[in-house]
């Protein structure tokens, strides 16, 4: 039968402190000692509002001048996109016209190949 692996070190005393309450009585004899503890980062957990609001606003600011200019732009390419369109059909028109001049300048063509044809 297996017995589970040991957790390493020695078993926890039951008024041993936590690591918080070590490292605070660590600050504690360095303060005593006139040495300044050494600080990785300082966090800040105060919220100032007006700074945050300022902030806040001018990243809503900025977003709703994007989408303004993005929707400047699409209004201006549905413009183009119409003016375009309206280019397309009256091109189609006229491609039409020319293929039914085109159609009848054959016909009548064949028609004088045929009257040459029998005058010969």
């Not at 690591?19 to 957990?45: F, W």
């Not at 413009?79 to 091109?91: F, T």
């Not at 159609?103 to 063509?109: A, N, P, Q, R, V």
């Amino acid at each position: 039968m297996d017995t589970p692996k040991r957790p390493r070190g020695g078993p926890r005393q039951p008024d041993a402190p936590t690591p918080a309450e070590r490292q605070r009585a660590c600050r504690a004899r360095l303060a005593a000692a006139g040495r300044a503890p050494r600080v990785q980062r300082i966090i800040d957990d105060r919220f100032d509002s007006k700074t945050q609001v300022i902030v806040e606003r001018a990243f809503f600011e900025e977003q709703r001048r994007n989408l303004h200019n993005a929707l400047l732009k699409i209004e201006l390419l549905d413009e183009a996109r119409a003016r375009i369109d309206r280019r397309n059909s009256s091109l189609e028109g006229e491609l039409k016209r020319l293929e039914q001049l085109h159609t009848i300048s054959l016909k009548e063509i064949v028609l004088l190949k045929q009257s040459l044809a029998i005058k010969k």
